[in-house]
């Protein structure tokens, strides 16, 4: 069974661009989530998708959006972009069963100049 | 607020010392906690799940315990190669929130 993938897994970008990343869940799974993830901060989480409904939304601002499509995949955007979004993005998938495990990709790294 | 809080935030092993990490966790109603393993660069890999105080599981070198106010995570006769860094998470409903702990730095030194 193919795991999570995530494209791109390099990206930079400069001040106040905008940046489209993609996942891509295990065949079957419905729910996907976004986390940032910083070395002073941790996983911190974004938001989560099932089913192309946003479900759930973490503390970030309205400059990180994304949406999910009708074969599950999904996308984040980030807006304005500012140096403090330098980050690993890393996407989860999981089953449709409440408290399972998620699994994740291997992220996409952002570097904002 | 769901809170996790691990400890120690590093901790250096020779090769063959056992030692445990804690996770003690604050939540309105846990529904799950997950242990991950995440090597420099890469996204976490699961490891296990616990649902219930009491609960065990164990993998090769690592067993994971539970109890309503924090889970261990075991590790007996470590290995350089089980240097990584240990994330523990919960959920505690509203689907798939999930809230993370920072970590805890593993190095085994052979």
């Known amino acids: 069974k193919a795991g999570v993938t995530q494209t791109p897994r390099y990206l930079i970008k400069t001040r106040g661009q905008q940046v489209t990343l993609s996942c891509s869940p295990i065949?079957?799974?419905?729910?996907v989530s976004w986390y940032q993830q910083t070395p002073g901060q941790g996983l911190q989480f974004l938001f989560e998708?099932?089913?192309?409904?946003?479900?759930n939304k973490g503390n970030f601002p309205g400059r990180f959006s994304g949406r999910q499509f009708s074969n599950s995949r999904s996308e984040m955007n980030v807006s304005t972009l500012e140096l403090g979004d330098s980050a690993l993005y890393l996407c989860?998938?999981?089953?449709?069963?409440?408290?399972?495990?998620?699994?994740f990709g291997p992220g996409t790294r952002l570097t904002v100049l | 607020e769901d809170q996790v809080t691990q400890s120690p935030e590093a901790l250096r092993l020779q090769e063959g010392e056992s030692s445990s990490l804690n996770c003690s966790y604050t939540?309105?109603?846990?529904?799950?906690l997950f242990w991950y393993r995440q090597d420099p660069g890469k996204g976490p890999e699961f490891l296990f799940t616990?649902?219930?105080a009491g609960e065990e599981k164990e993998k090769e070198r690592l067993k994971a315990t539970l109890t309503k106010k924090e889970s261990f995570l075991h590790i007996t006769a470590p290995k350089p190669e089980d240097s990584a860094t240990y994330l523990c998470?919960?959920?505690?409903?509203?689907?798939?929130?999930?809230?993370f702990g920072i970590g805890t730095k593993l190095q085994v030194i052979p």
């Open positions: 989860a998938s999981s089953s449709q069963r409440e408290g399972s495990e998620q699994f």
């Open positions: 065949s079957g799974h419905r729910s």
């Open positions: 998708y099932f089913s192309e409904t946003q479900r």
């Open positions: 939540v309105s109603g846990l529904r799950g």
């Open positions: 616990l649902y219930s």
């Open positions: 998470a919960v959920n505690s409903g509203g689907y798939q929130k999930v809230t």
